[in-house]
């Protein structure tokens, strides 16, 4: 599956910013998909995941109750809202499909995109 992350920018912190993932793939709802996100120095972490069916979501503690994952899979492309955004959320974030929306490691995803960087000031 190829992946190809966009929307990230520079934005204030208390602001918004949605990430969006298409996916080149004829089976892209046979996939669960989540976002990653890899601050200078530190090392890539968990954000968030959705089943195929985007009945099943999971999130990080830190982001929970202010971002949402979401996808559509007619459109083949999956989303990463993001509100009252804070300044330890700058990070490259990347999108990933695997095979269970229970994954939480990196190495439960085998294909990857190629990051968006967000930045928020503050």
């Known amino acids: 599956v190829q992946l190809q992350a966009s929307g990230g920018g520079l934005v204030q912190a208390g602001g918004s910013l949605r990430l969006s993932c298409a996916a080149s793939?004829?089976?892209?709802?046979?996939?669960?998909m989540g976002w990653f996100r890899q601050a200078p120095g530190k090392e890539r972490e968990f954000v968030a995941a959705i089943s195929w069916s985007g009945g099943i979501t999971n999130y990080a503690a830190s982001v929970k109750g202010r971002f949402t994952i979401s996808r559509v899979n007619a459109r083949n492309t999956a989303y990463l809202q993001m509100n009252s955004l804070k300044p330890e959320d700058t990070a490259v974030y990347y999108c990933?499909?695997?095979?269970?929306?229970?994954?939480?490691?990196?190495?439960?995803?085998?294909?990857w995109g190629q990051g968006t960087l967000v930045t928020v000031s503050s």
């Open positions: 793939t004829r089976t892209f709802s046979d996939y669960a």
């Open positions: 990933a499909a695997g095979p269970t929306v229970a994954g939480r490691t990196p190495t439960d995803f085998g294909s």
